[in-house]
């Protein structure tokens, strides 16, 4: 299967349109969080809140960890089919956080960013990713993104305060577009998945 440049279109897109909502004025922004109690009147934020930032070093953390998803596509170039998983964990992480009625709102690249490293870590072991060594790329993500998940435990603590940068950090967003990525990553290695995408089936990757 031909590479894509389509995963590193969709990070510039992120790291772009977070800057511009940076500098945005406060009344403007707030038409693109998504708040729990009225998404359904602005469903575009289910899309649009992760590029919302509340605070300079969330802003910076984030776009430190996109610049380094960045640097890793840019070297393996995952696929359309991976940009296709990555689009659909996109919306559904953000809704999933309805499971938590103590969610009143969520913002940030975050789960966005744990719902990629899912994929390509699925992808890589899957061999679906045709680079030297694709299962033990994949194995490291895997459990750089477990170990992180467990140490956060968002299903027991979906939300927490962040006393350092005075926010509430939802760790429940990480969880669920974290699982959304495994899911589409693992859906996006299966026949089904091709056709609807319209693409011929990806052929497993020589490295091990």
């Known amino acids: 299967?031909?590479?894509?440049?389509?995963?590193?279109?969709?990070?510039?897109?992120?790291?772009?349109?977070?800057?511009?909502?940076?500098?945005?004025?406060?009344?403007?922004?707030?038409?693109?969080?998504?708040?729990?109690?009225?998404?359904?009147?602005?469903?575009?934020?289910?899309?649009?809140?992760?590029?919302?930032?509340?605070?300079?070093?969330?802003?910076?953390?984030?776009?430190?960890?996109?610049?380094a998803l960045t640097a890793f596509a840019w070297v393996i170039r995952p696929n359309w089919t991976c940009t296709l998983a990555w689009l659909l964990a996109w919306p559904l992480g953000q809704l999933s956080l309805l499971w938590w009625p103590q969610i009143g709102y969520a913002v940030g690249l975050s789960g966005l960013l744990h719902a990629g490293v899912a994929v390509l870590a699925v992808q890589l072991l899957r061999r679906r990713i045709?680079?030297?060594?694709?299962?033990?790329?994949?194995?490291?993500?895997?459990?750089?993104?477990?170990?992180?998940?467990?140490?956060?435990?968002?299903?027991?603590?979906?939300?927490?305060?962040?006393?350092?940068?005075?926010m509430s950090v939802v760790q429940a967003g990480n969880l669920s577009a974290a699982a959304w990525g495994l899911l589409l990553g693992l859906a996006a290695t299966w026949g089904p998945f091709w056709r609807l995408a319209g693409l011929p089936p990806a052929p497993s990757a020589a490295g091990r």
């Open 1 to 67: 299967m031909k590479r894509s440049g389509s995963w590193l279109l969709l990070c510039a897109l992120h790291a772009v349109a977070s800057m511009l909502l940076w500098w945005a004025r406060e009344g403007v922004v707030d038409v693109f969080i998504w708040r729990a109690d009225g998404w359904t009147a602005q469903p575009w934020t289910l899309w649009t809140s992760a590029w919302v930032h509340l605070n300079t070093p969330q802003l910076i953390f984030n776009q430190i960890a996109l610049g």
């Open 130 to 166: 045709p680079i030297p060594k694709a299962k033990r790329w994949g194995g490291l993500l895997a459990l750089v993104l477990l170990g992180k998940l467990l140490l956060e435990r968002g299903w027991a603590y979906p939300v927490v305060w962040d006393g350092a940068n005075d």
